[in-house]
């Protein structure tokens, strides 16, 4: 990406600068860099004057709408990590179906990191529900992890940061009766009195727990970041770990 042609004044936190017709920032704190299709889904929600408002998720505007590491990336080369503060310049809303978050980028501008926001302030980004859309519906390896394409276009949204009441890290080995065994990280929780088990896309997450043997690992402190997929083939939509925010990371400088 060639460098931006011009920065521009600072932007306050809830203010929005516009430069043309379409082209406004939101500061957001990263909540989820996860993996989507070749590239990532980045989300976070808004830093306003008061405090925090509501999602936002920055997508592409190619039909799959996954972020390259091109078009997500900070001009020193760095990707976004999860409690950065962000400045993302946009272009446009694009909401579809429940996913209400989206709003399309503007490729001509780097996103800028504006600093990091602590673990003892997460508390006050936790959304406030007592379960992850529709339960009830469970794929053959995962628990409450999915819900018909009907019932995900009755919701409004598609982000959710929670505190879980526990949190088993579980690696292990998907897919042999099918003859393609592949090793796997899911989150294993409760919440709201339901059980869940539900993949993650969170790569750092991934990669912390794949590099132990298969088995169980229980998280103490940490938040997750559950997002609500796009139609699979089966006609249904998936929920996902897009976060794991542990402390251990959190704390990282």
């Given at each position: 990406m060639p460098a931006r042609a011009e920065r521009g004044r600072d932007v306050q936190p809830g203010e929005e600068r516009r430069e043309g017709r379409l082209s406004y920032t939101k500061i957001i704190v990263c909540l989820a860099n996860s993996r989507k299709y070749s590239g990532r889904c980045v989300a976070g929600k808004e830093v306003t004057a008061s405090g925090y408002g509501g999602w936002v998720r920055p997508v592409s505007a190619r039909p799959s709408a996954e972020l390259s590491e091109e078009e997500r990336r900070y001009p020193n080369?760095?990707?976004?990590?999860?409690?950065?503060?962000?400045?993302?310049?946009?272009?446009?809303?694009?909401p579809i179906l429940y996913q209400t978050e989206n709003h399309v980028i503007d490729r001509k501008y780097y996103w800028e990191r504006r600093g990091r926001v602590a673990w003892e302030r997460l508390a006050r980004l936790v959304d406030e529900t007592n379960t992850l859309w529709a339960p009830g519906n469970s794929s053959y390896y995962g628990r409450n992890d999915r819900l018909t394409v009907e019932l995900a276009g009755q919701e409004r949204a598609s982000l959710l940061l929670i505190e879980p009441e526990?949190?088993?890290?579980?690696?292990?080995?998907?897919?042999?009766?099918?003859?393609?065994?592949?090793?796997?990280?899911?989150?294993?929780?409760?919440?709201?009195?339901?059980?869940?088990?539900?993949?993650?896309t969170d790569p750092v997450a991934e990669r912390a727990f794949l590099s132990k043997p298969d088995g169980d690992y229980v998280l103490e402190e940490a938040y997750l970041t559950v997002s609500l997929g796009e139609p699979h083939t089966d006609d249904?939509?998936?929920?996902?770990?897009?976060?794991?925010?542990?402390?251990?990371?959190?704390?990282?400088?």
């Open positions: 080369g760095d990707d976004p990590r999860v409690l950065d503060v962000i400045s993302v310049p946009l272009m446009a809303a694009a526990t949190l088993v890290m579980r690696v292990l080995t998907e897919g042999e009766e099918f003859g393609n065994p592949r090793r796997r990280v899911r989150a294993q929780f409760d919440f709201g009195g339901i059980p869940y088990l539900l993949a993650v249904c939509c998936y929920k996902l770990v897009a976060a794991v925010v542990a402390r251990e990371i959190a704390d990282q400088p």
